[in-house]
């Protein structure tokens, strides 16, 4: 009667632990090395295209690729917005636009794109005064969720030696890049993730790195080499 007890009791377990590894197959994503690729566009110095290489790679532990150099797409030009608003505004590119024909143009072999460029970019944002909004220039752009994002070098050589613009830099591809994986603005001022709240000051004082909670979210989604870890 015993080992007739200790038979059933052993076969549970082993139908216990069949069904446990099945149920972690089928159930709980398993975790992807994401594939990053850098779009440089016509204009772009080497030495930024390889700062951002390095910062990503360096911090989230990945390889990232850098592609040939492109022209940027003549359509991504803001002068249907200067036409609508009769507005005098200096020639930009629309981010989104060069987003979506990021997106579009993207190959299958990756899984992310950045495009990094050194022309002035913009954004139309629901605020007032419309002749200061309606073509806001900014220093990157990524979508949550999105597989592109675009970083412009245009703003952040002001009040910079070399060093300083390339840590900013390499602090926007970082933040525009991680709304690409997944991240939010964070609230915390001790993440890259938070809002540049239209200030350069932002960028300047905050850290090159995430705050623990948006870490957590990024290693349940990404296998990451984070520095230090």
């Not at 440089?40 to 295209?49: K, R, T």
């Not at 359509?75 to 997106?103: E, Q």
């Amino acid at each position: 009667m015993k080992r007739i007890i200790l038979y059933f009791a052993v076969l549970l377990l082993l139908v216990a632990g069949i069904w446990l590894i099945y149920k972690n197959y089928i159930f709980v994503t398993p975790l992807i090395i994401p594939k990053v690729a850098i779009q440089p566009f016509l204009g772009i110095d080497d030495a930024s295209v390889k700062e951002v290489k390095k910062g990503i790679e360096r911090y989230y532990g990945i390889q990232v690729t850098v592609l040939p150099l492109i022209t940027l797409p003549p359509h991504a030009k803001n002068t249907h917005i200067l036409k609508k608003y009769h507005l005098r505004l200096p020639v930009r590119y629309r981010a989104d636009s060069l987003i979506a024909y990021l997106r579009r143009t993207k190959s299958n072999d990756f899984d992310y794109i950045i495009g990094l460029t050194n022309q002035d970019i913009s954004v139309t944002k629901d605020k007032k005064p419309k002749w200061l909004y309606t073509d806001w220039g900014i220093f990157g752009l990524g979508y949550l969720p999105g597989s592109s994002c675009i970083v412009s070098t245009f703003r952040l050589h002001r009040y910079a030696n070399l060093q300083l613009m390339r840590t900013r830099l390499r602090k926007v591809a970082i933040h525009e890049l991680g709304h690409n994986f997944g991240l939010d603005h964070c609230p915390s001022r001790q993440c890259v993730m938070q809002s540049a709240r239209e200030t350069m000051v932002t960028i300047d004082t905050e850290p090159e790195s995430l705050c623990h909670n948006c870490k957590n979210i990024m290693k349940a989604k990404f296998l990451l080499g984070f520095p230090g870890e």
